[in-house]
């Protein structure tokens, strides 16, 4: 009798988060602002030929090597980050290797260390939700071969400090460690488009070859529909990756795309300016409420909210607004995640909560 591999048996099967585009949609962290109108008019200007022949993505990532400031050699386009996980982790994870991580976090991280068979290693955040980087030091062994930080951090919406994280480098040179920055954008005090501040973990690729650092088209540039993720690192780990990815594996609509969507940093950094401004809408009005939140440098905010989020969630449904609930990530018991919408959405979005946590109370 065919059998898949146990690892694949006893997963948990994954289910697409979305129930229902019956709404203005909260509750997937994506762009409510759309994407560039630069985009869509190369979309409208692809020819028959434009989408018949296979696509070079290396045209692509000399594209955002230059965006980037570092060599091709580092850069490796994906079909999403979703894509970048997996070449990563199957790259350097064996069956029983740890990876390791800090909960609450992305999902899709211990879901593919279970489906490689790898031995999962949490660790529990506090009450604060930070990134708890002395316990994570505390538990790399030799056994340690991957580490997965999401910073910003989903879905807590928080932060860790530069140096923790290279910290964390530092003391396991024989892991991968990959630190997610799909929300990059969201998290420095002023969006010019370019890297600055301090804050990516890029420009530290040179000086640690275990480093990984990875991003996204899907959020700030309003891609998620044509999925393209980066990740970059040394070029000599970048290339095992290469050996046995698919050669066509960013498809060429998205690459089409991409020289629009780099060029236009006028239209990202007004989004970021207004999601920024969303944020404060948002902890203004949970301060209003009494409500628990965490200070969020991404898209989103992360609440408590009065009663099983699942009921917050459907008293929110019923006014229009999707938002997801979060009670299932560890410590994050009566949480729910809000998007940050556009600035005309945000009013309607704002009465939403009032009405369904005044429904709750009652």
Known sequence: MLKPRASIAGLRPYH??????????????????????????????????DVSLYP????????????????????????????ALSLLFTTYLNANDE????DPTFVMYPTLGEALGARVVRVQSREDLALPVADLLGRIS??????????????????????????IAEAAPDAAVLIDEAYFEFYCEEFCGKEFCGKTLIPDLAR????????????????AGLRLGVLTGAAEQIGY????????????????????ALADQAFVSEHVAQVREGRERLAELFGELGLRFWPSQTNFVLVRVDAPAQTFVASMQRRGVLVR???????????????????SQMDGVLQAIREAIAEIRR
């Not at 045209?59 to 980050?81: D, H, K, S, W, Y």
């Not at 609930?325 to 600035?343: A, E, K, L, Q």
Request: proline fraction near 7%.
């Open 325 to 343: 609930n979060s009670s299932s990530n560890p410590g994050c018991d009566g949480c729910v995640r809000i998007t940050v919408g556009t600035p």
């Open 208 to 223: 640690h070859p275990n480093l990984f650092v990875g991003r996204t088209f899907s959020k700030v540039y309003g891609l």
């Open 16 to 49: 697409s988060p979305i129930a229902s585009r019956a709404g203005l949609s909260l509750d997937l962290n994506e762009s409510m602002a759309g994407c560039s109108p630069r985009v869509l008019a190369r979309l409208r200007s692809l020819s028959a030929a």
């Open 99 to 102: 990876l390791l991580f800090a």
């Open 142 to 167: 030799p056994r340690t071969r991957v580490i997965a930080i999401a910073n910003p951090n989903n879905p807590t919406g928080l932060a860790a400090a530069r140096a923790d994280l290279l910290k």
């Open 241 to 260: 990756m290469r050996r046995w990815g698919l050669p066509f594996n960013v498809n060429a609509v998205a690459l089409a795309c991409l020289e629009e």
């Open 56 to 83: 070079q993505r290396e045209v692509g990532e000399r594209l955002v090597a230059n965006f980037l400031g570092i060599a091709p050699e580092q850069v490796l386009l994906t079909n999403g980050m979703d894509e």
